[in-house]
């Protein structure tokens, strides 16, 4: 018998598709998905009735509709104002009904896949809608991926102890939506200005706050050294977003709450808010330690310390 032999380019490549496969699926707690979960379809509600609130407007206009190119391949049709207001409330309905699924164990957990799977479909129908009328807001992207796998990983509750690589490769395909929102747009900055010195070079604060800005930011145009800097530093940010999938621990954590905050400066300055891909940030964190927070911050003690309900030794 003929001894198998491996070569040194046979075990590296078993060794380098063991890291990607691992990235990619690493087990990640079924609870963190489930809380996730909540926290998407909670504000999923709250945007199509507060911030991609155009879709049933553009059924008064539906000559004007223009879609983008997954519409074109779908061939989706204008939605009309009797067929947005039904997806309305379609999806509405779903992202509630979703919401109490997940959270209640007296609902099927069949409930938490026929609804996930709704709002997946619902959701990229309107806004396919929402973007087919001349203007694309990438700060939906992460969010557009996140329903979409939020349903692959199955049932899931915010108790769950058990870990899933269903669970890590839903928040890994999130997590990655989430930095391509910000790559995506260095490169845009790129393409349309010639390259991204020119860009970071030009006037474009100059322009947003003269447009836009608040009292908080306007005496910043007597000083464009300012303006130029915080163009560069975007930019750098931007470029370097995909470091984030790769921190762990208090870097992680700090690099979040970097771009959180920039967001809130970004909205307390010009007004414009990155809500969806705000949200999507959550899919960084052990949002699994929060229903275990909140039930022991709040459920009742009896007088002898342990909580109501449960036996004493």
Wanted: charged content about 10%; overall charge positive; some cysteine.
């Amino acid at each position: 018998m003929s001894a198998t032999t491996t070569t040194p380019s046979g075990g590296l490549l078993r060794k380098v598709g063991g890291a990607v496969t691992g990235w990619w699926f690493t087990p990640l707690p079924l609870a963190r998905v489930a809380v996730f979960r909540v926290l998407v379809y909670a504000f999923v509600v709250f945007d199509v009735l507060f911030v991609a609130n155009d879709v049933i407007p553009h059924g008064y206009t539906p000559d004007l509709y223009q879609p983008t190119l997954l519409g074109r391949v779908l061939h989706l049709p204008p939605l009309g104002v009797a067929g947005g207001w039904a997806l309305l409330v379609v999806l509405v309905a779903a992202c509630v009904l979703g919401i109490v699924a997940t959270t209640s164990t007296r609902v099927s957990g069949r409930v938490q896949l026929v609804t996930g799977w709704t709002v997946a479909v619902a959701f990229w129908v309107w806004m396919l809608n929402s973007q087919g009328f001349a203007y694309v807001s990438h700060d939906h992207l992460a969010l557009m991926v996140a329903v979409a796998v939020l349903p692959t990983v199955g049932v899931a509750r915010p108790f769950d102890v058990d870990t899933s690589q269903a669970a890590g490769w839903a928040l890994r395909c999130t997590q990655i939506a989430v930095v391509l929102t910000y790559f995506g747009s260095a490169f845009s900055k790129w393409i349309r200005s010639g390259s991204p010195q020119a860009w970071a070079n030009g006037a474009v604060f100059v322009w947003a706050i003269m447009r836009r800005g608040s009292d908080l930011v306007t005496w910043t145009l007597q000083f464009p050294w300012i303006l130029r800097l915080g163009q560069w530093g975007l930019l750098a940010i931007e470029f370097l977003s995909p470091v984030v999938l790769f921190l762990r621990g208090k870097w992680l954590y700090l690099a979040v709450a970097t771009f959180c905050a920039f967001h809130l400066a970004t909205y307390l300055a010009l007004g414009i808010h990155f809500l969806p891909t705000v949200i999507c940030w959550a899919a960084f964190l052990p949002l699994e330690k929060l229903p275990v927070w909140l039930r022991a911050r709040f459920t009742p003690r009896a007088p002898g310390g342990s909580e109501t309900g449960t036996a004493s030794a």
